[in-house]
């Protein structure tokens, strides 16, 4: 449904952004990363939901946004790691992945594989100390191959991106070196409501040492505009089975700014 507030997964229920579904979908075939950005509530996340949504992928969604804090101006390593491997694990429940990441993840933790995989907080918020930020690269490696042995690509997709400069105790230029390097099936995504913070953290990332050099395809999903904005809002009403007149189409129009949410 066009109109349903969530964001979108199937092709079907997304208006428009043929061009950057193919851009995205383009990308991740070559192993081109990509950099997903615009303001709120454009539709950033039902893009990359859209475009990776294919059985020929293994998605792992970080929600940076998970730690959240605006009194905050750091994050401790412990909550990134959390935000990760819950990541992970959605991934491994999802595809019934399993094996050795599982097992990986466990010897690291100190853990049983069960409260590994189910993630039981209170057996595991204290050991989240114990993750350093090569045994992220680590997982990842586990998984990229995984998706390689089942001829498949692996997207690992760092939702709200720009949270990543506030994390305390780790190099992400040093992880993500190391992923670029060594998992070539594995393509990164960034996205990032901030826009300016989003610019900054890729320019940070592309001239740091050890990842100097390494390009990262910039795709901004806009505003509709005007005649676009418009199409969506009729299909939208049509859709409902209601009946508007051209004077609230017009003031809805002005009110949304382009703005379709998602």
């Not at 909550?79 to 990541?87: I, K, R, W």
């Not at 993500?176 to 940070?204: A, R």
Request: hydrophobic share 40%; with cysteine.
């Amino acid at each position: 449904m066009l109109f349903d507030i969530r964001p979108k997964e199937e092709r079907k229920d997304l208006y428009d952004r043929d061009k950057e579904i193919d851009e995205i979908r383009q990308s991740i075939e070559r192993g081109v990363w990509i950099a997903v950005y615009g303001i709120r509530r454009v539709g950033k996340t039902s893009v990359v939901n859209v475009a990776v949504n294919d059985p020929n992928y293994i998605v792992i969604k970080i929600n940076l946004m998970r730690m959240y804090n605006p009194r905050r101006k750091v994050y401790a390593r412990s909550q990134f790691m959390g935000v990760f491997l819950e990541g992970i694990n959605n991934a491994i429940k999802k595809y019934t992945l399993g094996g050795r990441a599982i097992r990986y993840i466990s010897n690291i933790l100190g853990t049983d594989e069960k409260s590994s995989i189910e993630l039981n907080a209170v057996r595991i918020k204290t050991r989240l100390k114990k993750f350093r930020e090569e045994d992220v690269s680590s997982v990842v490696r586990e998984i990229d191959q995984l998706a390689k042995d089942n001829r498949k690509k692996l997207v690992l997709v760092f939702d709200e991106a720009q949270e990543l400069m506030r994390v305390n105790g780790i190099n992400s230029s040093s992880v993500f070196h190391d992923i670029y390097d060594y998992c070539k099936s594995t393509t990164v995504v960034f996205t990032g409501s901030m826009v300016g913070l989003v610019e900054k953290m890729l320019k940070e990332l592309e001239y740091q040492k050890p990842f100097f050099g390494r390009y990262i395809r910039k795709i901004r999903v806009e505003r509709f505009e005007l005649n676009r904005s418009k199409d969506f809002l009729m299909r939208g009403f049509e859709e409902e089975g209601i009946k508007v007149g051209e004077d609230i189409l017009v003031e809805a129009v002005r009110r949304f700014d382009g703005v379709q949410g998602g």
